[in-house]
């Protein structure tokens, strides 16, 4: 009697765990689809944003409204880093993606569009 009663609760146990394992699996395949989409939309940005030649006089502008309290007028630094010479550490990829997604807290994240992104990317590399 206590066979039985031990394959009934085997029985139970793989349902269980093969319902677990199915639940597991349909979560990761939607984390995984949805990362995917995420990453297709971050790279057209990416890709579009660097198709374009910007304007350095167009990203001091921006720069100079956005970004000197913590990097300062000059771009040298003061709550968040020195961005002198920033283009020869970070390629324009992962520039790019530390504007947008503010990767490094303190630093929020920007939407901002691929022209005027392109901007900020040309006044970086004239910090060089």
Known sequence: MSTSSSTAAEKDFKREF???VFVLFGVLLVCFSIFIVNHRGNNKY????????????????LFKINCVGCHGITARGLVGPDLHSITLRLNDKEIIKQVTGGL???MPSFEIDPVNMS???KY???LE
Do not use: R, V
């Open 46 to 61: 990416i890709i579009e944003t660097l198709e374009l030649n910007g304007s350095a006089e167009e990203g001091d502008a």
């Open 124 to 126: 970086l590399h004239s």
């Open 104 to 106: 490094t807290p303190p």
């Open 119 to 121: 901007n900020l990317l």
């Open 18 to 20: 093969l319902k677990i």
